[in-house]
């Protein structure tokens, strides 16, 4: 497929944004439903992948209909209490992700200013931080899942 070289970084990012969803429908799909919600620690994983995609939604709501409104009320995890439920909502998220990322129009455009909550900022700077904080709470659960599951754990000699 012929790539459009007006779209480079804009196809660039959009992967980013669509692996990262990608790995959040592994996450859900693959920890066990005793795992997903629990208490110890503070967070939970499935706080974490909900967390992960609120941020790329909030992002995507804005940018598509300038709507920043948090997702929390309908990302709790009693809303969303089990893998299909979650994996469905990143559907959603990915969906508005791609509506997003179609309307970006060339390159040139991540240098535009937007209005978003915290002020006048570059459209560019607005989605990288988006994957930042994405890709750390999808850390977080990763970083979770380990833990839990005592993978990598060190041994000691006594």
């Known amino acids: 497929m012929a790539k459009n070289t007006d779209r480079e970084i804009v196809q660039q990012l959009d992967e980013e944004?669509?692996?990262?969803?990608?790995s959040l429908k592994d996450l859900a799909s693959s920890v066990p439903a005793n795992l997903l919600y629990r208490n110890p620690p503070a967070i939970s994983i499935g706080e974490c992948i909900l967390r992960s995609a609120a941020v790329?939604?909030?992002?995507?709501?804005?940018?598509?209909s300038n709507l920043w409104d948090d997702p929390?009320?309908?990302?709790?995890?009693?809303?969303l209490s089990n893998s299909d439920l979650i994996v469905d909502y990143l559907s959603e998220v990915d969906r508005l992700r791609q509506l997003a990322f179609n309307s970006i129009t060339?390159?040139?455009?991540?240098?535009k200013y937007i209005s978003?909550?915290?002020?006048?900022?570059?459209?560019?700077?607005?989605?990288?931080?988006?994957?930042?904080?994405?890709?750390?709470?999808?850390?977080?659960a990763v970083a979770t899942i380990k833990i839990l599951s005592s993978e990598g754990a060190a041994r000691f000699i006594i």
């Open 106 to 111: 060339d390159d040139g455009a991540l240098t």
């Open 72 to 79: 929390f009320e309908w990302t709790l995890p009693e809303t």
């Open 116 to 140: 978003a909550p915290a002020g006048e900022r570059q459209l560019v700077n607005v989605l990288l931080e988006t994957l930042i904080a994405a890709g750390d709470y999808r850390g977080r």
């Open 17 to 22: 944004f669509g692996k990262l969803i990608d």
């Open 56 to 64: 790329i939604e909030q992002t995507c709501g804005g940018l598509t």
